[in-house]
């Protein structure tokens, strides 16, 4: 009788079977398929609004010039044609000189047509926001237009910061030849290495 009743217990104490096994298996596949799926979206949706942004910011480059017949940066007539005094004028020599400058805080002297072609685009209302600060890029850096030679091609380029390496060849790979340092794109190093990239755009 008291063997009997053990072996009732072991029945009333069984563990999943293997079709609840499986079910749960199945549950948290699809659970960390929407996830990495979820991830893949926003990764796509971000590299996508990096070549967007450039898109956008080569319209004003383009509208600007248009409108003035000068780079934004490059052009001397601002401070005449607006009359504000604390405008800086450029030298109107074709490039928009000063260097790839990220960090444009408001104090930079005339010869920092980078930093003034963002207050340019600004007053001539194509752009928003205020000064000469630098709009940002999808991954926490930021956009310029500057005149720099750039893998042997001297021109103005629209440069985005601390791209992502596997980013920056794929919108090269997309847009252009996916080749850092050749074409219409080109990295400030070889994608393969992995790290964060200055990504530049002829316009």
């Not at 549950?27 to 926003?42: C, W």
């Not at 017949?69 to 604390?86: E, L, M, S």
Request: proline share 3%.
């Amino acid at each position: 009788m008291k063997e009997m009743k053990g072996m009732k217990g072991m029945k009333d104490n069984k563990g999943f079977t293997l079709v609840e096994m499986a079910i749960v298996l199945v549950i948290i596949g699809i659970i960390l398929a929407g996830v990495l799926k979820g991830e893949e979206l926003i990764n796509n949706a971000k590299m996508k609004r990096t070549y967007s942004l450039y898109r956008e910011t080569m319209a004003a480059y383009y509208t600007y010039l248009d409108k003035y017949q000068r780079f934004p940066g490059d052009d001397n007539t601002v401070a005449t044609r607006t009359g504000w005094v604390a405008s800086v004028d450029g030298n109107n020599n074709g490039r928009i000189d000063g260097g790839v400058r990220f960090n444009c805080t408001g104090a930079e002297a005339a010869g920092e047509e980078s930093c003034n072609a963002l207050r340019h685009l600004r007053l001539a209302n194509i752009i928003v926001g205020s000064g000469r600060t630098n709009p940002g890029d999808p991954y926490g850096g930021s956009v310029v237009i500057a005149y720099r030679s750039i893998n042997g091609k001297a021109t103005n380029w629209i440069a985005m910061s601390n791209i992502p390496a596997d980013v920056a060849e794929s919108i090269d790979t997309q847009n252009d030849d996916g080749i850092y340092n050749s074409g219409s794109i080109r990295g400030s190093a070889d994608y393969t290495l992995g790290n964060p990239v200055i990504l530049y755009f002829s316009p």
